[in-house]
């Protein structure tokens, strides 16, 4: 079962972020961080990518890609939670489920105003 961390903010739909390593940040880097509105983080690392292939030779710039690749990885869905912070997204719960479905429904079933919300 995985872990998720639950935000909220007034007048818009809960937001699951997983609490596990992320394959999409890994292979998709800053483009994934883009796609998840976490405008500063997906940035800073296209910048990073940028001075590694402009200052770094070809064989350090690949250990060096693949190093910032593991790193998005494991910090990707934290870059998440900053930035959703930043936008007014207050951390309120944690909850489980095999997947993103099933820690939604867990969360509905402990928070049942959070689903009327939703769909309001």
């Known amino acids: 079962m995985k ?3 639950v935000h909220l903010r007034p007048g ?3 937001v ?3 609490e596990a390593f992320s394959w999409g940040a890994a292979l998709f880097g800053p483009f994934w961080l883009l796609a998840h509105r976490a ?6 690392v296209l910048c990073a990518e940028a001075a590694m292939a402009a200052a770094v030779p070809a064989v350090l710039h690949l250990v060096l890609t693949v ?4 790193l998005l990885g494991l910090f990707g869905q934290d870059c998440r939670r900053w930035s959703l912070s930043r936008r007014g997204f207050e951390l309120a719960h944690v909850v489980s489920g095999r997947t993103g479905a099933d820690a939604t429904i867990r969360l509905f079933d402990q928070r049942p105003e959070l689903g009327r919300e939703a769909m309001a």
């Open 3 to 5: 872990t998720w961390t």
């Open 12 to 14: 818009t739909a809960p």
């Open 16 to 18: 699951l972020v997983a």
């Open 39 to 44: 405008w500063i983080p997906g940035v800073l």
């Open 67 to 70: 190093a910032l690749a593991w």
